[in-house]
């Protein structure tokens, strides 16, 4: 009996210790929900399309309230982002850290499923040593502050990188850290080991595409069949940039001493329209991108150097975004246009966009009768694009 009550009672500890540590990831497909845009659909017909398509994660890049408020029941799970211009000031002060955290998490728990909060974006592979300093401070009082508040084992802490931390990248056995970044990254990951939080990397193989159209093959880059690279160090082979990407990311940690630390993607996608010098950046190229994509991950598999370590990854964007400055490129990532429409069909649905329909939403359509509504949906009339298409996404 007491054997039996040992056993039972480890049983119980060892699945509450699960539960305390769980992912902030469900499945492997997620999408960032970037918003600056002046013309895209409301938070609460975000989330209605997002539950409509089964994306079941997201993140934002910082904690707005009204977003976080449309999310509250939706059983979507939710990163949210300390922005970078904050990170000087919490990293000063733990009242500043705690104050954000009372501010922004504590109020829209449990009820909104936040399940990580990224502290900054990109910042070691920027060019301000200032914050180069103040990230893993910033990163240790908004964790500190999660933790007075019994939040840090429901809610992880992370910091997602650019691939100009890399000193190389290629071949994939190759991927190592500059090395003037190790006095901050090291200490960095040390910390991200101790909380048990992954390393996440944005990784476009449309920026390495556009920046060497010549000797790149563009089916390679888009998950088409190709001829692959084998990497002579290892003796693998890649017949797509995105995991070879991802295994150089592997080879640093490795190289950094880290060697267990997981890696997600927090950013990859595919630009539909670019200017006259990014070449790919068509809406045919995003498609095929996004559409292997999404394939590859509802596989569940690993890559070539990790292939127990199955890999998830957020796709950058929900939307185009029309206020973002820089190259044509940006404002066009996104899977669905400002109107909800979607871009081009990789299996979703979205708000149709003609001038006789474009009024209606799925907010509004919610609230039309069951039966006509199941109606409408039956005849593929009026509410949706893409209804019915032979791609079923069963787990995202």
């Known amino acids: 009996m007491g054997f039996s009550i040992s056993y039972h009672g480890f049983i119980i500890l060892v699945f509450i ?79 500043r850290a705690m104050d954000w955290v009372k501010q922004n998490v504590e109020p829209f728990v449990p009820g909104t499923r936040i399940r990580g909060v990224a502290v900054g974006n990109e910042v070691l592979g920027g060019g301000d040593q200032g914050l180069w300093e103040a990230l893993l401070p910033a990163v240790k009082n908004i964790h500190a502050a999660l933790d007075s508040l019994h939040l840090a084992d429901d809610i992880e802490v992370s910091s997602p990188h650019s691939a100009g931390v890399f000193a190389s990248s290629y071949p994939p056995s190759a991927g190592e850290f500059k090395e003037t970044l190790m006095p901050y990254m090291q200490p960095l990951l040390e910390f991200f080991t101790k909380i048990n939080s992954p390393f996440y990397i944005n990784t476009y193989p449309f920026l390495a595409y556009i920046s060497d159209p010549e000797h790149i093959d563009i089916k390679y880059a888009i998950f088409k069949k190709n001829p692959g690279i084998v990497d002579n160090k290892t003796k693998l082979h890649y017949d797509n940039m995105f995991e070879a990407q991802i295994d150089a990311t592997y080879a640093a940690l490795e190289k950094a001493g880290f060697g267990k630390m997981n890696v997600i993607v927090s950013e990859t996608g595919w630009a539909s329209r670019g200017d006259a010098n990014e070449v790919g950046a068509t809406v045919s190229n995003a498609k095929t991108y996004n559409k292997n994509l999404r394939k590859r991950l509802l596989k569940k598999k690993g890559t070539p150097y990790r292939p127990k370590m199955v890999v998830k ?12 400055p ?15 429409s979607v871009a081009y069909n990789i299996g979703f649905s979205g708000f149709v966009s003609s001038s006789a329909t474009s009024r209606f939403s799925l907010k509004v359509c919610n609230e039309v009768p069951k039966f006509l509504f199941d109606f409408f949906k039956a005849v593929k009339w009026v509410v949706f694009t893409g209804f019915g298409s032979s791609m079923t996404q069963t787990e995202t």
Do not use: C, H, Q, W
């Open 313 to 324: 990854a957020y796709v950058f964007a929900m939307f185009n975004e029309n206020l973002k």
């Open 17 to 95: 210790t699960f539960i305390r540590n769980a992912s902030a990831f469900t499945g492997t497909y997620g999408v960032n929900y970037g918003r600056v845009a002046d013309n895209i659909p409301s938070p609460e017909s975000v989330v209605k399309l997002m539950k409509e398509n089964k994306i079941k994660n997201t993140r934002i890049y910082d904690a707005n309230p009204k977003v976080l408020k449309a999310f509250k029941g939706s059983g979507i799970e939710i990163i949210i982002g300390v922005e970078t211009g904050l990170l000087r000031e919490i990293s000063a002060s733990p009242d």
């Open 326 to 340: 820089g190259p044509t490129s940006e404002r066009n990532f996104g899977l669905f246009k400002a109107d909800g």
